[in-house]
């Protein structure tokens, strides 16, 4: 078991772990104010060097540019760093009500200034094979950000069945066989739905549960928005299938349904 030293004073206020646990999200000012540059520089080295999964997704002839890639941390020290050295991993724990933090993946979002394309609504878990309880996703950008800000459905984490996950550069169903999912939620026409949002400083860091439906705008400022965002999984979460390959797929895993996720490829981060 990691737990933090009984004389450390907790990064979260027991109103914002509450908060957590009613939308789903919630913003932390300044939780990675130190790290600016590191996590800058991971980016950068991400953006230069792209691993097996990067991505353009932008539609052929479009404005901008839409860059994401994941899990390369392992390969690149800057973000590495920040996964090992950085409060995430006990900030990770007290949001999710966690006595462990264990490292899922790391994902870096880039879209340039002058990009018109919107991040679609989504929730995360639909593409993971994991779930739980216990789920955590840092959203952390490393430019101000106002317009492209990440944008959540309040609550959406509780709905009874997950939203259908889709491609983001085609906008196709991401499994073939589509199951039981939501329809994608449009919460600029739905006054129903109460979309969380906040303008964002460098090191301002935006968490929220897999299971919350997010999305973005596009980026119209004159400036890039350059995001690493971590996830991470508590003492609950466990392996489950899916009808076709998750994103990430992470072939020849060897883990089975109901099984927590090996600790040699996702590890627990002491804090």
Known sequence: MTTQSPDSAPLLSAAQVASFRRDGALVVRGAFADWIDTIAQGIADNVREPGPYAAENMPAGAPGRFFDDYCNWTRIPAIEHVVRQSPAARLAAEAMGSHEAQFFHDHVLVKDAGTAMATPWHQDS???FVE????VSMWIPVDPVREATLRMIAGSHRWPRPVLPVRWATDADFYADGGDFLPVPD??????LH?????????DAVLFDYRTVHGARGNPAGLPRRVLSLRWLGDDARYVERPGRTSPPYPGHAMVAGQRLRTDWFPIIPF
């Open 126 to 128: 639909p593409y993971y």
């Open 132 to 135: 739980g309880e216990q789920t």
């Open 187 to 192: 919460p600029d026409s739905d006054a129903s």
């Open 195 to 203: 979309v969380l949002e906040w303008a964002l400083e460098p090191g």
